[in-house]
């Protein structure tokens, strides 16, 4: 036992010293939140140069008319022959050129933007917008309707979601953010999975080729080596998912209380306002704002999620898991003597995880179906499309079950491991065969 203690402690203070966990611990939840929201904020940031667009509109439909911006302005050509314009655009200093066709009422793509740059999302959508709509509504006075009428009439539907337990009490979830967590909490498993499954890989295919591993075997038995291994780099994987714990409920904090505290705030002591003077002030108070009441309710669920439980689930599959594969990423190490060999050897390995990305998709979506509910069991699958389920509200016999059979598998995985990594350790310059691994494991 001293003797795997020693190896564990080794395998955990050589990573944990390296820059590069350091970095990586501390800057990967920013770079992955900078990474999502980057786009968002540089398309609210456009750049604010004025852009010049020169139309050329043959239909003589849209002259004058279309709606500007601070930033897009609009210079209407005399001459709309195309030919023309494209050549005289050349040499002009306009940002692009908007040519709608004579028939861009009964045609789609009678309208084209030329430009040497690319067009932003946002200019063409704001352009598309207003012709499809000005379209429509010359469409709807030929046939004698008012737009005005129909514009009334349109109606929108927003269905809350309510969730009856057995016991009869009612719960309003916000099933989108539910769906956000659960594919987060999937995918950072399947990640991690790959990365510690791939670490514990590389280390002992390091230590076998630079023959470090035949003085280490001198002292420890092979299988000794092994656990330590696997129980090392867990450690570091725990160290690591602590830091993220940590910084991402740092940003987090200040997020909300920048952003998200005070819109709250403001909603609630609106609604006490409003229910405290009476219908008439109710009548002349303005509408709060659907973005603010969503982000009440989003807010509201995020207070019901049980981030204990969750965070003890998500620890329990994850290294449930991480041990399950660790064991065969370090049996695929010991029969190779380099990364290009253990290529044949890790896609059968990596497989299923494959497959439990692609059934995450659904179960995210529909976590009650038999499909979801088959792969969460499955050991090899679990970790990941269990902690998918997992913000829905799953009962506790589902998670016992998976949990069981997730450790007990491990147990038969680790038994074969060993007896793989005790023989492939030692051997070199021998290609590794399926023959043989199945030789080594019936080996007493």
């Known amino acids: 036992m001293n003797k795997i203690l020693v190896i564990i402690g080794r395998e955990y203070i050589t990573r944990v010293r390296k820059t590069s966990f350091i970095v990586i611990s501390i800057l990967g939840p920013i770079v992955m939140l900078a990474l999502m929201f980057f786009p968002m904020v540089m398309e609210h940031y456009e750049t604010e140069e004025v852009r010049l667009i020169a139309v050329a509109d043959s239909s003589h439909l ?15 050509l005399e001459d709309a022959d195309l030919n023309k314009q494209k050549e005289r655009f050349k040499q002009s200093d306009y940002y692009a050129l908007l040519y709608i066709g004579h028939n861009v009422v009964n045609t789609t793509n009678s309208v084209c933007i030329y430009s040497n740059q690319t067009p932003s999302m946002s200019l063409r959508m704001h352009i598309a917008n207003y012709i499809e709509k000005r379209i429509e509504e010359g469409k709807l006075w030929a046939r004698g309707v008012n737009p005005d009428v129909l514009q009334s009439v349109k109606t929108k539907i927003e269905i809350s979601t309510v969730k009856l337990s057995a016991d009869g009490n009612e719960k309003t979830e916000n099933f989108v953010l539910m769906e956000v967590l659960g594919y987060v909490l999937g995918f950072v498993v399947y990640i991690m999975l790959i990365l510690t499954g791939n670490m514990v890989m590389r280390s002992v295919i390091e230590e076998k080729s630079n023959r470090i591993v035949e003085i280490i075997v001198s002292s420890v038995k092979p299988v000794q080596l092994m656990i330590g291994k696997i129980v090392g780099v867990s450690l570091v994987a725990f160290t690591q ?121 659904n179960t995210i979506q529909a976590p009650d179906t038999q499909l979801s509910f088959w792969f969460s069991i499955i050991p090899f699958t679990s970790p990941i499309i269990m902690m998918a389920r997992i913000p829905y509200g799953v009962p506790y016999t589902e998670i016992f079950l998976a949990a069981t059979l997730l450790i007990l598998t491990f147990m038969a995985v680790a038994w074969g491991a060993s007896k793989i990594y005790s023989t492939g350790i030692l051997m070199h310059g021998t290609k590794p065969t399926w023959r043989n691994i199945f030789k080594w494991i019936k080996q007493k």
């Open 241 to 361: 998912f602590a830091i993220w714990i940590g910084v991402t409920a740092a940003i987090y904090i200040t997020v909300v209380s920048l952003f998200v505290a005070p819109d709250v705030t403001q909603l609630q002591s609106t609604q006490q306002l409003m229910q405290a003077s009476g219908s008439i002030l109710q009548q002349s108070q303005p509408a709060v704002d659907d973005m603010t009441i969503k982000l009440h309710d989003a807010m509201g669920t995020i207070g019901r999620i049980n981030f204990g439980g969750t965070i003890a689930a998500f620890l329990l599959f994850f290294f449930g898991g991480y041990f399950l594969y660790a064991a065969l990423f370090a049996a695929v190490g010991s029969v190779c003597d380099n990364e290009t060999d253990s290529q044949q050897f890790v896609f059968p390995i990596t497989l299923p995880l494959i497959i439990a990305i692609i059934v995450m998709v």
């Open 62 to 76: 849209f002259i004058n008319k279309l709606p500007e911006t601070e930033t897009i302005k609009f210079v209407y």
